[in-house]
């Protein structure tokens, strides 16, 4: 009872001060969003700034770049939905056919080594490989015969939204499919054998066991993914773009992170930036509360 009780003690002391910073550093931040209602100065400070109302939500749907930032957020947001989003799926699907060992750590090793890499390091190491001066692509493309001369990869917009989707792929699919591997290894391997025995074979497995038994955790991270539906990405875009410098680049690779950076934070325009934010955060939690109750109601595993 005594060791019982000292364990619950330990525990509480741990937890308390998890509990505290929770509050200082996300809960106590939230008055933060206030400011979008005001015309916020920091020489007045938070109580001193007129409040204003709806003035900077107005001035963000209003300005001229609205529509296009909207467009590129969500588009990206859907090619990282539909092509990003499975990728890890179908590796970790791949790497449990795999029967050397070795192999399979090797590759695993390998997959989700760039994940760890910052995107600094990844933006600095493709704009070496697309360069026009030595760029690996382009010397390879031209030892093929498929180019004749170098191609400005990123000053050309056609371009812009496969190469982001496709870094950000390489980066993140081996780190990713370590959730799915792990809920593959929760399978129970009589079902395989019990298939096995009626003549199922491997794609067989694959289709009728494996996949429906990884549902829960896919729709799980379905739903994460469309509350994210307009995060389509800051640090990547912003350093593919040259801190948002690159104006050619900037119809298709505007979102509205980068966008609330560059006019709202560089210009210190406080109040118009977290007005931004704000619209951002209140309709990813309605994307997110949607596909919830999409889930629960087609039956499947849901948040709540």
């Known amino acids: ?21 929770i509050f200082i ?3 106590i931040p939230m008055w933060g969003v206030l400011t979008a209602f005001q015309d916020y100065s920091p020489a007045k400070g938070f ?17 001229p770049e609205f529509w296009q930032i909207m467009r590129n957020t969500i588009v990206i947001s859907l090619l990282k939905l539909f092509i990003a989003f499975p990728a890890p799926i179908v590796l970790a699907l791949m790497l449990n056919e795999v029967k050397n060992a070795a192999f ?85 391997p009589s079902m395989y054998e019990a298939a096995s025995i009626d003549g199922a074979g491997r794609f067989r497995q694959l289709v009728s066991i494996t996949i429906p038994s990884i549902a829960p955790v896919i729709i799980i991270f379905l739903i994460l993914q469309v509350g994210q539906i307009l995060n389509a990405g800051f640090e990547e875009i912003l350093l593919l773009t040259n801190q948002g410098q690159n104006v050619v680049l900037r119809p298709v690779a505007e979102t509205i992170d980068t966008y609330v950076y560059r006019v709202g934070i560089e210009n210190y325009r406080f109040s118009y930036a977290t007005a931004a934010g704000l619209f951002k955060s209140v309709i990813s939690v309605g994307l ?17």
């Open 1 to 21: 009872m005594t060791r019982r009780f000292i364990q619950q003690w330990d525990l509480q002391i741990l937890v308390i001060p998890a509990i505290i910073m």
């Open 25 to 27: 550093f996300s809960y």
């Open 47 to 63: 109580l001193g700034s007129e409040w204003v109302g709806f003035k900077h939500f107005r001035m963000f749907f209003n300005a």
């Open 104 to 188: 399979k750590r090797l590759v695993q090793t390998i997959s989700y080594l760039p994940h760890f890499i910052s995107w600094v390091i990844v933006s600095g190491f493709v704009i070496s490989l697309l360069s026009v001066d030595n760029g690996s692509v382009n010397i390879l493309m031209q030892k093929v015969n498929l180019i004749d001369e170098p191609v400005h990869w990123l000053s050309i917009p056609e371009y812009f939204w496969s190469i982001l989707i496709s870094t950000g792929i390489w980066k993140d699919i081996g780190f990713g499919a370590i959730v799915y591997l792990a809920a593959i290894a929760g399978v129970d």
């Open 288 to 304: 997110l509360v949607i596909a919830n109750k999409i889930a629960r109601k087609l039956g499947n595993s849901s948040l709540w």
